[in-house]
């Protein structure tokens, strides 16, 4: 397998967004053997449980587990106490949470660690605004003054404090992102739609190809793939594109 291929590949993340586990494990068949990550949302895990995580862990995927934490610190550090132990190569919470509580996300992983040594420290990472999110909605419903830009950026700002390891954002708030917090920071883009595909609810997106350009870490895609005729062929066009950039 190329490497250059694989790289693009483990920064690939499918969206595992199915009502049910037998649907998802239809799709993690189809992909067998493409070292991509796979994404679990609220939908899936709620169906699921976590016994799916630990078959994703077993079949030798990465995990995203995507239930953007947000809460009291204490119950934030207890759920990444338990997402930790549990395995997960990546969790989040929402930024919007305050530091106290990404940092509080951070000790609980910690302590699983120092409980059992053979764990790894999964990468930590806040959301800022969602994808959906537009200026009317951040303005006038949120109640949050200023751009969508600015508002990412602030919260990156207090996620890179709170010593977390990235941020989930949309691909073109990336380079403003990285000039804030540094190149190293990481940034997990949903919002990626190949040339030609539904937009569908998300308002700020580019392309699989754009947005390795402009220097995302990775790229979280659902729909495009979830929902394609070819499943195993969309994701290898998706990672095709992403090797061009």
Known sequence: MDQKYIEMANRLMVALDYPSVDEARVLVEQLEGIPCYMKVGMQLLYAAGPNFILELKEKGYS????????????????????????????????????????????????????????????????????????????????????????????????????????????PLEVQAIQQACGSDFVTVTPGIRPAGSEIGDQSRILTPKQAIQQGSSFLVVGRPITLANDPRLATEEIIKEMMSA
């Open 63 to 170: 995990v995203f587990l995507d239930v953007k934490m947000h809460d009291i610190p204490n119950t934030v550090k207890g759920g990444a106490h338990s997402l930790t132990k549990l395995g997960v190569d990546m969790f989040n919470v929402h930024a919007g949470g305050g530091i106290k509580m990404m940092a509080a996300a951070k000790q609980g992983a910690e302590l699983a660690l120092q409980e059992d040594p053979s764990l790894a420290m999964p990468i930590i990472i806040a959301v800022t605004q969602l994808t959906s999110t537009d200026q009317q909605t951040l303005n006038h419903e949120i109640g949050i003054s200023g751009t969508v830009e600015d508002s990412v950026i602030q919260y990156a700002s207090h996620t890179k404090q709170a010593g977390l390891a990235g941020v989930v954002a949309s």
